[in-house]
């Protein structure tokens, strides 16, 4: 990337492996401090929120993925596209309300929920839902290939059951979940990738 202003001008290589929405927004807050004057001396890679998109660990040689922050359907296409056909297990689920109002319920947000639900079914060899939202995902998946389990910690574990051959296992809600449920996920990830990779 080439920044250019009339003091001249700088080259930064970008960081490997952005994806398109990541690229749009390093690209974007560049083009920004170019306007304002403010031409940075280095360009550091962009970190991921928390909770998005994180890899926390290795079960064996399935990498695992944090993506408890993808609450909505838009997030969780966006974590899962660079992975091949039937490569990925997917825990997915949470709340259907928040605030005491549905969520995904207007037809823009419902068409979202479609496109991440058949963007996951091109990924996923297995799918594990889990919460209240999995009876309305659990439509969108085929039951050969679709698990259900209570609560989170539940669908971790059994998810985990079932990563020997997959790239990645990937804990991507596609609905709301408590803070406090977001704030596990990567610990049991990691505990898991303790466990199996000691054994």
Do not use: W
Not at 99 to 118: I, N, Q, T, Y
């Amino acid at each position: 990337m080439i920044l250019r202003d009339a003091s001249g001008e700088r080259s930064f290589a970008l960081p490997p492996s952005l994806d398109a929405p990541r690229l749009q927004a390093l690209l974007a807050a560049a083009a920004t401090a170019l306007a304002a004057g403010a031409l940075p001396e280095t360009l550091r890679a962009p970190e991921p929120p928390p909770y998005r998109a994180k890899r926390v660990g290795r079960l064996g040689d399935t990498e695992l993925i944090d993506d408890g922050m993808a609450a909505t359907p838009a997030k969780t296409p966006s974590a899962l596209h660079e992975f091949p056909d039937a490569s990925v297990v997917l825990v997915a689920g949470g709340e259907l309300e928040t605030a005491g109002l549905p969520v995904h319920a207007s037809r823009e947000e419902r068409k979202l929920l479609e496109e991440a639900c058949a963007e996951a079914r091109r990924v996923a060899r297995l799918v594990v839902l889990f919460g209240p939202a999995a009876a309305r995902l659990s439509s969108s998946f085929d039951r050969r290939t679709t698990r259900r389990a209570k609560t989170l910690d539940e669908a971790i574990a059994l998810a985990s059951s079932h990563a020997d051959g997959a790239k990645v296992l990937v804990v991507s809600p596609m609905f709301p979940l408590p803070l406090e449920d977001r704030e596990r996920i990567a610990p049991a990830l990691r505990a898991l990738a303790e466990a199996g990779n000691t054994t």
